[in-house]
């Protein structure tokens, strides 16, 4: 069982940067991909930046060029640094994580409950 708990969002104006960090505790064995989504009001989710055990990163194209995704896997985190932001870019993030089970079974965990981050006009 994984626990997931983001953290950093809140309210920026246009142009702005903030840095959201995802924690992941629980019983496993190694955390695997790592990912960061967001949903805002009435829209479906979409998901923003991935990242792989091996340091691979994979953004939406909303978001290339102004968000990177970074991992310590010293500290089971996941961050998600946005610069330039976006009124658009108003939504709940959420992170999400695979790890390998002591059993060594690959699962994935659901998303965490996510940090508000609103960017005003």
């Known amino acids: 069982q994984v626990q997931l708990v983001e953290s950093g969002g809140g309210l920026v104006q246009a142009g702005g940067s903030l840095r959201l960090s995802c924690a992941a505790s629980g019983s496993f064995f190694s955390i695997n991909g790592m990912d960061w989504s967001r949903q805002a009001p009435g829209k479906q989710r979409e998901l923003v930046a991935s990242?792989?055990?091996?340091?691979?990163?994979n953004y939406a194209d909303s978001v290339k060029g102004r968000f990177t995704i970074s991992r310590d896997n010293a500290k089971n985190t996941v961050y998600l640094q946005m610069n330039s932001l976006k009124p658009e870019d108003t939504a709940v993030y959420s992170c999400k994580v695979v790890v390998m089970t002591t059993s060594r079974v690959y699962v994935s965990s659901a998303w965490g409950q996510g940090t508000q981050v609103t960017v005003s006009s």
């Open positions: 990242i792989t055990s091996g340091g691979i990163t």
